[in-house]
């Protein structure tokens, strides 16, 4: 099995056989940031860690004394320049309380580390593990509040909208709709793209107020319904985080009708990522979704469908 690491991307091939049945976590050699790497049925998971003799003894020799010891999988040192593994200070190291359960091994996303990475790095590196990684993505993430995740999907909508009058101007046909994705394509936002240049105002404080008060609503309706369904355990920012971040598709509007491919992408990042941070069988969330959808889509049709009055003054038949 393959494990990489979502921190640092290390990367280290692990026989199948060496790994204990029932661990999930794993402690990189390289950073040492605890993330799961598997996700087991609930009645397999137990919180008691391997013992040293189930270690693959891999790794340098230091690495290997550690898991003879009894310090396998345990944050004991660092690696300084000259490749040697090095104690931690005192003060640094960590408590036995704080790591006494593998369930409370968490990553931050890019976008909320950005003294580590960087603003444009963080961004890139959230939209890859989003896209590509999501369920290892989604599986690690603390709940450390709303602001960082509105602010990615805000970041990225208004890449959309600006990407989409750029095509527009090239001679494209106008989108004549915005889809918002992320599980809330159900939710379209009617736009002015195709009735020519938009103001400044509409563009950076109007389509954004409306894209917020839409992410809002969208997610409380999924979230009610996932509550109903007993698939949203971990309450309602689990779930905002979910479709905060899976905006990321939105990025493949630099490419003409790319908005296509990622309303799609952002849908299925939604499934996974909702099932993935809540904790809970995928199909619920499927099932959950679908139910929204098809509940919004009727009411959309429904409206098209009924007569409209004739404007004023208009010749009556």
Known sequence: MQIKCPQCDFTREVPEEKIPSRSEVATCPKCGVKFRFRALDLEDFN???????????????????????????????????????????ESLRPHPESTSKEDDATVLPPFEDLEHFGFFPGIAESVKRAMLRPRLFFSVMPLSGLARPLVFALLLFEFY????????????????????????????????????????????????????????????????VLVLLRAAPRGFEATFRAMAYSYAPLVLSIVPYGYL???????????????????TPTWRVALGLGLVAGVVAILYFSALSMPHPAPSGAPQP
Do not use: K
Not at 54 to 75: C, F, I, K, L, V
Not at 194 to 219: K, Y
Not at 263 to 279: D, K, M, P, Q
């Open 161 to 224: 909208m600006i990407l989409s009058l750029f095509w527009d101007m090239t001679g494209l046909p106008a989108f004549s709709s915005l889809g918002l994705g992320s599980g809330s394509q159900m939710a379209m936002l009617d736009s002015d793209v195709q009735s020519g240049p938009m103001d400044p105002v509409s563009l950076f404080v109007v389509m954004p107020i409306m894209f917020i008060i839409n992410l809002f609503l969208t997610t409380g309706i999924l979230h009610g």
């Open 47 to 89: 919180f008691e860690a391997p013992t040293s003799e189930s270690q693959p003894r891999t790794g340098s020799p230091e690495e290997q004394h550690a898991a003879r010891h009894g310090h396998a999988g345990q944050d004991s040192g660092f690696y300084g320049p000259d490749g040697r593994l090095h104690e931690h200070p």
């Open 261 to 279: 491919a990622g309303w799609i992408w952002s849908l299925g990042i939604t499934v996974v990522g909702c099932a993935a941070i809540h904790r």
